[in-house]
């Protein structure tokens, strides 16, 4: 009886800081890494295809790196009004040089933008400079705005 009861409450204090993380994660931040996600996920798929270990599959690449331009475009509304909290890895200095963030976004959107162009044409090798160009613009966003895990 004792240990059921200990039980219970370890697993609703469990609850409660989960809940509680999620309230502090409020809605945008939790959303705005889930969006990160899945853009490292299509940056995943297609450097499978890059290097063989995944078959090309031309419709799929567009369709995953349209998605990303519209992901990207999401990503830069998500770090609005100094959203932050103890489970973000936003950087202060997203909020402290507002503009700076902003052209950063916008160098990736850019990137993006040229991704999604290369990769009309359906060719693989079309895409491998372009790709490596969003891979870069990932990294130096996150070198200087997101915090080390
Ligand atoms: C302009 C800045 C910027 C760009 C560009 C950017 N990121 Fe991020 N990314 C961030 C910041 C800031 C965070 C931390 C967000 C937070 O924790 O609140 C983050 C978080 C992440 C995370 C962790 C998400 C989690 O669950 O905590 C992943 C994965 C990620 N980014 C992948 C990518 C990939 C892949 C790209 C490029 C296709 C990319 N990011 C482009 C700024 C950027």
């Not at 409020?26 to 290097?51: D, H, P």
């Not at 331009?69 to 998500?78: G, L, P, V």
């Not at 200095?93 to 993006?112: C, G, I, L, S, T």
């Amino acid at each position: 009886m004792y240990k059921y009861r200990l039980t219970v409450v370890a697993v609703s204090a469990l609850v409660a800081t989960g809940s509680l993380a999620h309230e502090g994660a409020m809605g945008v931040i939790a959303e705005r890494m889930t969006v990160m996600k899945e853009m490292a996920q299509t940056m995943k798929t297609l450097g499978e295809m890059l290097n063989g270990r995944r078959e090309f599959d031309a419709r799929l690449a567009r369709a995953s790196i349209a998605a990303m331009h519209e992901k990207c475009h999401q990503a830069s509304e998500q770090f609005t009004s100094g959203t932050s909290d103890h489970a973000s890895r936003a950087a202060p200095a997203v909020w402290e040089k507002p503009d700076e963030f902003k052209a950063e976004m916008e160098r990736f959107d850019a990137a993006v933008k040229a991704l999604l162009a290369a990769s009309e044409a359906g060719d693989l090798d079309a895409i491998r400079v372009p790709f490596k160009k969003v891979g870069q613009a990932c990294s130096s966003c996150h070198g200087a705005y997101r915090v080390p895990e």
